[in-house]
């Protein structure tokens, strides 16, 4: 059975940093593009950013980048989401999702808020 737990989200600060994870099971990982998704209240679901199979490659979403950071393990089937500088406007659930050209799966999401 597939999941996809993501982990690290909470209530901090503007200019704070936290780092999601989001640990993979149930699939070969190693085979799977990883994406990090957002949905604001209100507001439809962004791309945030992307990472390719092997990590080679990587893309953001403007209003992330420079700030924002992906990776993966593909040894702990793990991938994080390293968000500095964070602004009210990050404020949403994030979700971890993983792509192949057969199958796609999402996580259950997980809450960052960032308020003063």
């Known amino acids: 059975q597939v999941h996809l737990v993501e982990s690290g989200g909470g209530l901090v600060q503007p200019g704070a940093s936290l780092r999601l994870s989001c640990a993979a099971s149930?699939?070969?990982?190693?085979?799977?593009?990883m994406r990090w998704y957002r949905q604001a209240p209100g507001k439809e679901r962004e791309l945030v950013a992307h990472?390719?199979?092997?990590?080679?490659?990587?893309m953001y979403a403007e209003s992330v980048k420079g700030r924002f950071t992906i990776s993966r393990d593909n040894s702990k089937n793990t991938v994080y989401l390293q968000m500095n500088s964070l602004k009210p406007e990050d404020t949403a659930v994030y979700y971890c999702?993983?792509?192949?050209?057969?199958?796609?799966?999402w996580g259950q999401g997980t809450q960052v808020t960032v308020s003063s």
């Open positions: 999702y993983a792509g192949s050209a057969s199958y796609d799966y």
């Open positions: 149930g699939f070969t990982f190693s085979r799977y593009a």
């Open positions: 990472i390719t199979t092997g990590g080679g490659s990587t």
